[in-house]
């Protein structure tokens, strides 16, 4: 599996290099200026005449090139970037270099001739297989909803992601995580860098960071472990497709940052239960790099110095946001076509078999005592969520608000699902067994649940 480069200073070099004293008025001004135009980028709703209703920047942009191609044109843009995703590991020379990747690879071409179907049928009239998969719920969805939405929202949020990760707010914000995650995570200060590259970047980034990590001891078995299954979830750009498929994007501030704080909650607890609980804090060879330095001056003024220190030698803009757009593009492509083949698979197991409603009565129990209306159709949704993050939110789509809510913040907090983050995690060697990674997500689902439920009533 091909992985985009770190865009950012890597943690331990941010920490222990020697921080200058005096800053260019042009770092001040990137690392202030950045931030909020960031902040403005993913977290300001607005609505844009009648084609855009009430989203993000990122989405509007997404949604104005869509307007502007028209859906004919759009599709096969998607038809395209699922091509290129199914060429890209031979391209690469990764399609057989682990189990994993030869599986995932099948599951790529696969995607080309489901996301033709639904071309040829949607703009053509022609039907190739059996009705039921051209249900609004089945081909519709994964296409429109999320393939034709993906194709853009990547790119696009990759790149004006770095006005959040390149120019200084993720070290000035990791600097304030220092004091609390060592008692409350179990891991060093410098994970909350891979905790926020995470949410505001891409998991992919997130455990390429926490693999270097490990494997150069900085990390140990244990919180490389913690890290991966406890932070390296989707980012604020697959929230976004969440909630306008759960029609949550009129509440995108409370989904968004209740969600965030819901995940890292649940982080809390499950490093605290088995399987986390019983790992060992073994160093790779045996040797443990360096011990992280403490913050020994003001937590304010050093947060100040490490972000202006990484806005002083970021890179231009302009051929940033260009290398991000690439590093998107590559992350859209490789994504798509596993969603329509996995996506579509998961799908038919959950409408025309008993596979999940099985797997449901794991989760059954709890959605019955947190009576929630259609507890059985919660507790299959929710289940979904080990193939792809996405397919809860399709099976919950036409619910209540507080059902669609829950729902929304499990399809993040879970992290583990099969169709991207474990096999990443595979091929970035994170050393943890598939087998603890379903334990882990079976306890993240469940404390999800039961923790997102009474604040959805509170919110909504």
């Known amino acids: 599996m091909s992985t985009p480069e770190i865009n950012q200073s890597s ?83 990764t399609w057989n270099k682990t189990p994993t990747n030869f599986v995932f690879t099948i599951f790529k071409i696969a995607g080309i001739p489901v996301g033709l179907i639904y071309m040829l049928n949607k703009f053509y009239g022609v039907q190739i ?3 039921s998969i051209y249900t609004p719920g089945m081909l ?13 929202v990547i790119p696009i949020g990759s790149a004006l992601i770095i006005f959040l990760t390149d120019y200084g707010l993720m070290e000035f914000t990791g600097v304030f995580a220092r004091p609390f995650m060592r008692p409350v995570y179990k891991t060093p200060g410098r994970s909350a860098i891979d905790a926020v590259a995470s949410f505001v970047g891409s998991y992919s980034i997130a455990l390429l960071i926490t693999g270097k990590q490990y494997k150069c001891g900085f990390y140990s078995r244990k919180e490389a472990a913690i890290i ?46 088995w399987p986390l609980r019983k790992m060992t804090n073994d160093y790779i060879d045996g040797q443990k790099m360096l011990d992280e330095p403490e913050v020994k001056e003001s937590l304010l003024k050093t947060s100040f110095e490490e972000g202006l220190t990484v806005a002083e030698d970021a890179p231009p803009i302009f051929r940033n946001m260009f290398k991000n757009l690439m590093i998107g593009i590559s992350v859209t492509i490789g994504l ?125």
């Open 11 to 93: 943690p331990e070099a941010v920490g222990n290099a020697a921080r200058p004293r005096h800053f260019s008025a042009k770092a001040k001004a990137r690392l202030i200026g950045f931030s909020l135009l960031g902040f403005f980028c993913y977290f300001i709703s607005f609505t844009i005449a009648d084609f855009s209703k009430n989203t993000i920047v990122v989405d509007h942009i997404g949604n104005i090139i869509k307007y502007l191609l028209g859906n004919t044109v759009t599709a096969w843009v998607c038809i395209a970037a699922m091509i290129a995703g199914a060429v890209q590991p031979f391209i690469n020379k």
């Open 228 to 273: 991966a299954t406890g932070f390296s979830t989707v980012s604020a750009t697959f929230c976004v497709v969440v909630a306008k498929t759960l029609g949550l994007m009129e509440h995108w501030n409370l989904y968004f940052w209740s969600t965030l704080a819901i995940t890292f909650v649940v982080t809390a607890i499950t490093v605290r239960l």
């Open 129 to 131: 297989g059996p009705e």
């Open 336 to 460: 798509i076509p596993s969603i329509m083949s996995v996506g579509l698979l998961g799908l038919v197991l959950a409408e025309f078999t008993p596979v999940f409603d099985v797997i449901s009565y794991i989760f059954y129990p709890f959605t019955l005592l947190l009576q929630f209306p259609e507890a059985k159709l919660v507790a299959k949704s929710v289940s979904l969520g080990i193939a792809e993050m996405f397919l809860p939110a399709a099976l919950a789509k036409d619910l209540d608000m507080v059902t669609r809510y829950v729902v929304g913040v499990t399809c993040v907090s879970e992290i583990l699902f099969f169709s991207a983050s474990i096999p990443c995690m595979v091929a970035m060697n994170i050393p943890i067994s598939i087998k603890d990674m379903v334990i882990i997500w079976y306890e993240r689902v469940v404390l999800t649940l039961l923790i997102a439920t009474p604040v959805g009533l509170l919110l909504f």
């Open 140 to 152: 519709p969805f994964l296409f429109e909803k999320l393939a034709m939405s993906l194709t853009f």
